[in-house]
């Protein structure tokens, strides 16, 4: 083998092991979308079931403390509203 052998030889090393990196990149690169789209959907599962006039509500949808305590009388007339009518 002559020098010329074993220097492209290194090159074709080289090549694969750089080809090889970029698939395992992009691969962990899909994997992070996947788990962001993940994590998307489940807050957006979650909240379907908080109600307006909670705190936890109120950070999700990052109300302003005006609005919030809005939805909070409003909440609280209709609770108020419910025991009435029973």
């Not at 002559?2 to 030889?9: A, I, N, V």
């Not at 109120?58 to 509203?81: A, N």
């Amino acid at each position: 083998m002559g020098l010329k052998d074993k220097l492209e030889k290194l090159k074709k090393k080289k090549e694969e092991l750089t080809t090889k990196a970029e698939e395992l990149k992009y691969r962990g690169l899909e994997r992070t979308e996947q788990q962001r789209a993940e994590k998307r959907r489940k807050k957006i599962q979650h909240a379907k079931y908080l109600e307006p006039g909670t705190i936890r509500y109120g950070m999700h949808h990052q109300q302003g403390i005006g609005s919030f305590m809005e939805d909070v009388k409003e909440r609280r007339r209709q609770k108020r509203e419910e025991k009435q009518k029973q």
